[in-house]
């Protein structure tokens, strides 16, 4: 799987169905996964220094609720997400906290319209790096990050 997952270039981009579901490193190791559903839970694996990339990119209009978290709260974000207002330009920069292991979009404030998108590199026991880029509007833009895995 590891093989394919680098000289197979077919399957880089993996489009999900509508519903929760947990990213793995066969079907989502290093590819770009397509989420088209506004509520959804997106899992990602345990974080255990593997080096693994996991790209997710919004491609439906908008988030109501999605959210992206960690397995357990064993699993912390190191790292950064940049925002953008697109009511005025203004340009934010989000760091992930101690102890953080969630991001939610909610369309607006924290993000999660199309075209938003998050990496997550498998960096070591308990760690991912996370970067991204993330559209925000409505007047009071947040953080997408917090410690909701319990």
């Given amino acids: ?3 394919n997952a680098i000289a197979d270039m077919s399957g880089n981009l993996v489009s999900q169905a509508a519903g ?3 990213l793995t ?3 989502h190791g290093n590819r770009v996964t397509l989420v088209n559903d506004a509520d959804v839970v997106v899992t990602l694996p345990a974080a255990t220094g593997t080096g693994y990339r996991y790209k997710v990119l919004i491609v439906t209009t908008a ?3 999605g959210t992206i978290q960690a397995a357990s709260a ?6 950064g997400i940049v925002g953008v207002d697109d009511d005025s330009d203004a340009a934010y920069a989000w760091k992930g906290e101690a102890n953080d292991d969630t991001i939610t979009g909610n369309g607006t404030a924290t993000g999660g319209k199309v075209g938003d998108y998050y990496e997550f590199i498998d960096v070591a026991s308990g760690l991912f790096l996370v970067s991204g880029f993330i559209t925000q509007s409505g007047g009071s833009e947040a953080t997408p990050f917090s410690a909701a895995v319990s």
């Fill in 1 to 3: 799987a590891e093989l």
């Fill in 20 to 22: 929760n579901f947990a």
């Fill in 25 to 27: 490193a066969a079907t």
């Fill in 63 to 65: 988030w109501s609720g």
């Fill in 74 to 79: 064993s699993d912390s974000f190191l790292g």
